[in-house]
């Protein structure tokens, strides 16, 4: 059968449109593998690669903010991003290439701020010239201003205000001098939050000396407007809490750290701080540079999720009885994870993940369901109330995370020259409400353990010595 010139040419023309079409449906159609869209991932050029994270990301305008950060400014290519509900991202042309980790949503001039950039809600973008050759690790409400500035803090610990409209700032403290942070140490805030007439920021200083007890560089400090106040001198990494909340929810403010021994979680409620204590999952967090940057964050509305040493918990937003309220692991995880915020019904993981050692340092998303947490890995853990720590008699030990945990045992050491008593108390219930589990006797300059039964829980455990003596009381849970 003979086909005409003209019917050939038809088809021709078909086919060619189909082949165009489908090309650009495909190209309309993002990759994206297991939550993680390849095409979205940020790069740093060639020139003085150090590091390419992501240090802040935020829903606002009808849009997913990001915003990269190199190491100490070094680096070149990264900037502010911009992604879209169809999974398309663009570098905005107002980027500028810096260390930034910060994000605070301005409700009063309905502006969002991440690094150095103030967003409103339509989308357009200002950049705070006075401050984006700063490290910024954090955004803040003003104590007396709160309608018209707004706090920056930098990982150098230089503490600006800046007005909203004008975006001119202006340097109020330098906090290695405020908070007697040694001279020799390298300062590295990574915090700051403000509620209940105070702004609390952390600095996680923590290097060989910090673990061997030479040093004590890290802080935890408070300001009331007037004076600045050290609440204790280890590295703490977050400090955070509900941004706009009132007595409903308790004005609550949560602290994480960590010393040699385990995480150290702070609660501030109603004038008081309080103390617990958390396993650790990794040893691989024990330095400052390698928090990049552990987070407490709303997740979902009023609901947080604390991440804290390769550790995904739950957390309630609310408080009663001046008592935190029951907290639960999740899951274990290896993931870097800078930032996290919830966009469009996912949750959306920030990550610090190739650095120059590794190749040309790039980082990206994951996209997902909060549920898919606990399959990331069953929580497991290890830490200390007590690392070869001298107490007295009769000192109690901060309350110890027990909960959620399957297997679970306790190692005792002492070194005084005559038999202790160590007292395990548990609190089942997370009102503080202490009960006798047993009694165990170290013998002198001795060992002794004590494998709990399976299913044994309760949520927080604490220990009483019945003499003075140098103790490590550590608690294992696999």
Request: glycine fraction near 8%; aromatic fraction near 14%; hydrophobic fraction near 40%.
């Amino acid at each position: 059968m003979r086909i005409s010139t003209t019917r050939a040419a038809q088809w021709i023309f078909i086919g060619l449109s189909l082949f165009l079409f489908g090309n650009k449906l495909n190209a309309q159609t993002p990759t994206q593998i297991k939550g993680v869209f390849p095409q979205m991932a940020i790069v740093a050029d060639h020139k003085d690669r150090t590091e390419a994270g992501i240090g802040a990301v935020i829903p606002w305008a009808n849009k997913l903010w990001a915003v990269g950060y190199v190491a100490h400014i070094r680096g070149s290519g990264l900037g502010l991003y911009e992604i879209s509900a169809d999974m398309t991202s663009r570098q905005h042309p107002a980027s500028y290439t810096g260390t930034y980790a910060n994000r605070h949503i301005h409700n009063e001039s309905d502006q969002a701020f991440i690094g150095p950039y103030a967003i409103d809600t339509l989308g357009r973008v200002r950049i705070i010239e006075d401050l984006k050759r700063h490290r910024l690790t954090g955004t803040m409400q003003h104590l007396t201003r709160p309608d018209s500035m707004v706090y920056f803090l930098t990982m150098e610990g230089l503490f600006f205000e800046t007005n909203v409209y004008t975006l001119k700032s202006k340097q109020l403290y330098n906090l290695v001098n405020e908070l007697e942070i040694p001279k020799a140490a390298q300062v590295h805030f990574k915090s700051a939050f403000t509620q209940d007439g105070r702004v609390v920021v952390a600095n996680n200083s923590y290097y060989e000396e910090d673990f061997l007890g030479k040093r004590a560089a890290g802080r935890l400090a408070e300001w009331d407007g007037k004076k600045w106040t050290i609440l204790d001198r280890n590295p703490y990494v977050e400090v955070a809490g509900k941004n706009w909340s009132d007595k409903t929810y308790g004005n609550a403010i949560y602290a994480t750290g960590w010393d040699q021994g385990s995480v150290i979680l702070k609660f501030y409620k109603a004038g008081t701080w309080k103390t617990y204590r958390l396993p650790k999952a990794s040893y691989a967090f024990d330095h400052a540079w390698n928090t990049e940057w552990m987070r407490i964050r709303e997740a979902q509305t009023e609901r947080y999720l604390m991440d804290i040493h390769g550790i995904f918990y739950e957390m309630p937003t609310i408080t009663y009885g001046g008592n935190i309220l029951a907290i639960r692991p999740i899951s274990n995880h290896l993931r870097i994870i800078p930032d996290f915020c919830y966009w469009r019904g996912m949750l959306v993981l920030a990550g610090d993940q190739v650095d120059r050692s590794t190749g040309q340092p790039q980082s990206n998303f994951w996209f997902g369901n909060i549920d898919e947490l606990w399959q990331m890995g069953k929580p497991t853990g290890w830490g200390a109330p007590w690392w070869e720590k001298t107490v007295q008699k009769g000192e109690v030990s901060d309350p110890f995370l027990m909960t959620g945990f399957d297997k679970k045992v306790v190692h005792l050491t002492q070194d005084s020259d005559q038999e202790v008593e160590f007292k395990i108390e548990i609190d089942f219930k997370g009102t503080g409400d202490w009960h006798t589990y047993k009694t165990i006797k170290v013998p002198a300059k001795g060992y002794a353990h004590h494998e709990f039964p399976t299913g044994f829980s309760c949520h927080w455990v604490r220990v009483t010595a019945s003499k003075a003596c140098k103790t490590t009381v550590y608690f294992v849970y696999s």
